[in-house]
């Protein structure tokens, strides 16, 4: 069954669904800001991460996943993985109450990182940029994060270009 008809009839708990297609060694680590209040998610293959993300994935990997599964199981074994700053909702907050939220986050986000050792970091939207910066101080990992526009509102092309040239200097490197 594809996820998006699994995820349309079930309920989703977001981490059960996240630690589903985490991988063994994380290379490589994006970290959101949060998992959305709609009840869309990256790992439910509903979102605009998911499907901004996957384009990105298909124009560096010149190659195209014949369904969602396949497309998660490739980023497992890549070494692909989602984090979230924090793991609830934020977006349906006000502006204090999400800026409070996101500093909240940052200890247990910094505990997260240090157990998982990414080699690449990067961080969308680029607005909790600090947060996630001050959490690598707090985890030790001294690993310079790439800030990518979030793909909404206008920015879909520019957040496809920038993942993609991260992807790129990520699968260069050794």
């Not at 630690?19 to 869309?40: D, K, W």
């Not at 996957?54 to 990997?61: D, I, M, N």
């Not at 986000?109 to 959490?135: D, G, Y």
Request: charged share 20%; glycine share 4%.
């Amino acid at each position: 069954m594809r996820l998006r008809a699994l995820y349309a009839v079930v309920p989703m708990n977001t981490e059960e669904l996240r630690a589903r297609y985490r991988p063994h060694r994380i290379r490589v680590l994006l970290v959101g800001e949060s998992p959305p209040a709609g009840g869309t998610f990256f790992y439910a293959a509903n979102s605009n991460l998911y499907r901004h993300t996957r384009e990105a994935f298909e124009s560096v990997f010149d190659r195209a996943w014949p369904d969602e599964e396949s497309f998660f199981d490739f980023l497992r074994e890549y070494g692909f993985f989602l984090e979230d700053l924090c793991l609830e909702p934020v977006n349906g907050m006000t502006s204090s109450e999400r800026r409070r939220a996101r500093t909240l986050g940052e200890p247990a986000l910094a505990n997260r990182i240090a157990t998982l050792r990414p080699k690449a970091i990067a961080v969308t939207p680029k607005a909790i940029a600090q947060n996630v910066t001050r959490s690598l101080a707090a985890a030790g990992i001294e690993v310079e994060p790439s800030m990518l526009p979030f793909p909404a509102m206008g920015w879909q092309s520019a957040y496809v270009t920038a993942m993609a040239n991260f992807l790129r200097s990520v699968t260069s490197s050794p």
